[in-house]
């Protein structure tokens, strides 16, 4: 199975530095995940995004399926990007930027998303019927948030 990218784009209504220190936080992820996937921290040291930080949660993805999810923050640089990779969980590959920028009246958010499912031709079926429209259902469910939380917000 090839390699599949999604790109999913954002305009809230908030200062740089605002989104900056929402997004960079790891403890905000429940927040903007949907409640039907259980999504839980179980470690990671209460800081912003750095290189090398590790964060460790579970997940129900479906199915009664609990999973754990391993990830590393690998690159960050404050106010623009942080990018985190899979090191233990449910995909083959996983690859996850996370951009921002200034624009008039906000910022455009920008998340790239790089990822590959194991089991060859069975994972590309079950990506086609099942994986890729459960990521796109769990961004819609993000941006949806993002505007309830910060849809009102005044600069």
């Known amino acids: 199975m090839k390699v599949?990218?999604?790109?999913?784009?954002q305009?809230?209504?908030?200062?740089?530095y605002d989104a900056w220190d929402f997004l960079s936080s790891p403890d905000n992820l429940a927040l903007i995940t949907p409640k039907s996937m259980k999504?839980?921290?179980?470690d990671w040291d209460k800081k912003k995004a750095y290189p090398g930080q590790i964060i460790q949660y579970t997940l129900n993805p479906?199915?009664?399926?609990?999973?754990?999810w391993v990830t590393e923050?690998?690159?960050?640089?404050e106010n623009t990007y942080f990018?985190?990779?899979?090191?233990f969980g449910p995909y083959s590959f996983w690859h996850h930027k996370h951009f921002i920028q200034e624009i008039n009246n906000?910022?455009?958010m920008d998340d790239i998303i790089h990822y590959k499912i194991p089991f060859g031709f069975i994972g590309e079926t079950l990506n086609t019927i099942y994986v890729q429209n459960k990521?796109?259902?769990?961004?819609?469910?993000?941006?949806?948030?993002?505007?309830?939380?910060?849809?009102?917000?005044?600069?």
């Open 4 to 9: 599949k990218k999604l790109v999913y784009s």
């Open 11 to 16: 305009k809230l209504p908030i200062t740089l």
């Open 39 to 42: 999504f839980k921290i179980i």
């Open 62 to 68: 479906g199915f009664g399926l609990k999973i754990k």
């Open 73 to 77: 923050v690998t690159q960050v640089r």
């Open 83 to 87: 990018i985190d990779e899979q090191r």
């Open 106 to 108: 906000g910022i455009l």
């Open 135 to 155: 990521l796109n259902k769990i961004f819609k469910y993000r941006s949806n948030k993002l505007n309830e939380i910060f849809g009102n917000y005044k600069k």
